[in-house]
């Protein structure tokens, strides 16, 4: 299938999203078409023996790769200024593969404190099943990644900003500790999105999204990506995917696709509603803390203006009164909906203590900042005024 001619130039990343991978069937189709099959088949046995020993390129088996998912790739490759991408059933996949792909039994990771609940898991409780210590740290504080390294230090792992107190690292001040260590630096980029900040020009060896947020951006599908240098994705990542089967579904690979598309316009407004967010709420007499990287009182504002191109989709907010305040908050707003998910079309709401950071003890949550009170909100597409009566509505029954 030959590439669009539009797919390879570098273009900007508004135009990379709408163009970039396209590769057209002969029957020249507007939209990016949908390979909804398993397999392939070959004329001739001598060529299915080449493309099964790789002397002949081409799709063998979906769970490999599969045309669809090769647009997804490349198109997140072309937006990421990576050289390799392989796509992934979930964001959880694309964690899991890119870590257990670099280490190996013996192997110590350093991680951030601060991480997603099932990031920390992984980290925490399963690869030391398999043989892989690991040392988690305060991200923000550069000396204690210095500290934590030893000899067999393999991988260090962040997400900037966290989730949910929204806390920027400094990624290259982490890249060059990993890289003095001789370790390899993963980056969840979940927050950021690929607009708003780039880890591999910072100095990370491999960056991983959960497209289930802000690239499907619509609530439909789950799927992950991992993105590196040619040589990473292919020492690290290629066979444990081909082997273990983490594999995107193409019908998932094509509505990815085709939220890329939409992604800048989606994550502006959706930016745009979420800053307005944080000025109308910000000293609101019922709130104990607001937290905004795009805000000048942001804890470390110097590093999101040095490593990011604008705030966030997300906006973390305390309400007082603990759990009960903020449950009474989220069961009085009437349009954002309470889940735990982000990066959606609708703008919604959640309560980390009871859903996402639930497996942390209270001393755990404490430590990251996580009150009970705290509430992470992720700004939809709704007109913004229609957002703000319901957050400012709703604070009123607090
Ligand atoms: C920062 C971060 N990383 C990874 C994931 C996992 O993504 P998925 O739900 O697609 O497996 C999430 C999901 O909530 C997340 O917030």
């Known amino acids: 299938m030959p590439a669009s001619k539009n797919a390879s130039k570098s273009y900007r990343p508004e135009t990379r999203l709408v163009h970039a991978g396209t590769l057209r069937s002969d029957f020249q189709e507007t939209s990016e078409a949908l390979f909804l099959t398993q397999g392939y088949v070959y004329d001739t046995a001598e060529q299915c023996e080449a493309r099964f020993s790789g002397k002949l390129p081409g799709y063998v088996y979906s769970r490999y790769s599969n045309p669809t998912l090769t647009m997804f790739e490349q198109r997140m490759a072309a937006l990421e200024?990576?050289?390799?991408?392989r796509a992934t059933a979930t964001g959880m996949a694309a964690v899991t593969t890119a870590l257990m792909g670099l280490v190996r039994a013996g192997d110590h990771v350093v991680a951030a404190k601060a991480l997603f609940g099932s990031c920390r898991w992984v980290i925490e409780e399963w690869l030391p099943r398999f043989g892989v210590e690991s040392t988690l740290v305060h991200g923000a504080d550069l000396s204690a990644w210095k500290k934590a390294v030893r000899k067999n230090t393999k991988a260090f792992f962040l997400e900037s900003p966290t989730n949910p107190t929204l806390e920027v690292i400094d990624i290259?001040?982490?890249a060059d500790i990993a890289h003095n260590a001789g370790a390899e630096l993963v980056v969840d980029n979940v927050f950021a999105t690929p607009l708003y900040q780039s880890p591999l020009k910072l100095g990370a060896d491999c960056v991983v999204y959960s497209a289930t947020k802000h690239i499907d951006g619509q609530g439909r599908v789950l799927g992950g990506v991992i993105l590196g240098a040619e040589k990473f994705i292919m020492d690290n990542v290629h066979q444990v995917i081909r082997q273990t089967g983490p594999s995107l579904s193409p019908f998932n690979a094509w509505v990815l696709l085709k939220g890329l598309e939409t992604l800048a316009v989606r994550v502006q407004r959706q930016t745009d509603t979420a800053a307005a967010v944080s000025v109308a709420l910000h000293g609101h007499k019922k709130l104990t803390r607001l937290i905004y990287p795009g805000r000048p009182d942001h804890p470390q504002a110097d590093i999101v203006r040095k490593q990011m191109k604008a705030g966030s989709t997300l906006v973390a907010f305390?309400?007082?009164?603990?759990k009960e305040g903020a449950f009474r908050f989220l069961n009085a707003l009437k349009l954002v909906?309470?889940?735990?998910n982000l990066g959606d079309?609708?703008?919604l709401i959640t309560h980390p203590t009871t859903t996402t950071h639930q497996r942390l003890t209270p001393a755990q949550r404490a430590e990251l900042g996580i009150g009970d009170g705290l509430l992470r909100f992720s700004a939809g597409l709704e007109h913004p005024d229609d957002v703000l009566e319901d957050l400012l509505g709703a604070l009123d029954a607090v």
């Open 318 to 322: 305390e309400v007082k009164g603990g």
């Open 337 to 340: 909906a309470i889940t735990n």
């Open 81 to 85: 200024g990576a050289e390799a991408a």
């Open 172 to 174: 290259a001040g982490v």
């Open 345 to 347: 079309a609708k703008s």
